[in-house]
């Protein structure tokens, strides 16, 4: 996936050190984490779904059928409901891909998130207090490791941005990094090298 240096904006006297784009395996990743998520809840709420629309379409009262044809609305109303989730979240995800990128200059980590429209964060060498790799037992599974972003006040910087964070899509800074070992010590170098000079300054 290739996106041109010029959508990034440098800052005066900035200069560009790493221009990473997510492996193909971030769409596996995301739409994995999203659905063992989003199942679960579907599988609470559809519970007042199914028993409305038991209800609504008249069906005998539970006293005199029994239990069984509520757990079959149940069932068929779960298997419909989580074939069109999971058919938006593929979207979704397609979309996720084509937005995501990061980017690391002289001064800063940049990265570029969202879904339908995007949103460029940036956090200066200065205000990082970690970078640390995220290989967690999802991503290991779906071959993947991120790279999380700490600011100073011990806030997590999270790939995320826009509706679809309210139902916990929560994600590293840098999902699908291709040498996460690799960005994260070419950062922490950047960090190193930014305080030295910012001494030598003073």
């Known amino acids: 996936m290739e996106v041109p240096v010029s959508e990034l904006h440098l800052l005066e006297g900035e200069c560009l050190i790493m221009d990473v784009s997510p492996t193909p395996n971030f769409k ?80 800063r980590v940049i990265w570029r998130h969202g879904v339908i429209g995007y949103k460029v964060t940036s956090v200066p060498f200065e205000r990082i207090s970690d970078v640390a790799v995220s290989r967690t037992f999802l991503e290991t599974i779906c071959g993947v490791s991120g790279v999380v972003v700490r600011e100073m006040a011990g806030e997590v910087k999270i790939g995320y941005g826009g509706w679809y964070a309210g139902v916990g899509w929560g994600f590293p800074t840098m999902i699908a990094v291709p040498d996460s070992e690799e960005t994260q010590r070419r950062i922490l170098e950047l960090i190193g090298k930014r305080g030295k000079e910012s001494k030598l300054t003073v």
């Open 28 to 107: 596996r990743y995301v739409m994995v984490n999203a659905v063992l998520r989003e199942l679960p809840f579907l599988a609470m709420i559809n519970v007042i779904i199914a028993m409305t629309f038991y209800v609504l379409t008249g069906g005998a009262p539970i006293t005199e059928v029994g239990i069984g044809p509520l757990l079959a609305t149940y069932a068929l109303l779960y298997i419909i409901l989580a074939a069109i989730i999971v058919a938006l979240t593929l979207v979704l995800v397609n979309l996720m891909y084509k937005k995501y990128h990061y980017w690391v200059t002289d001064q």
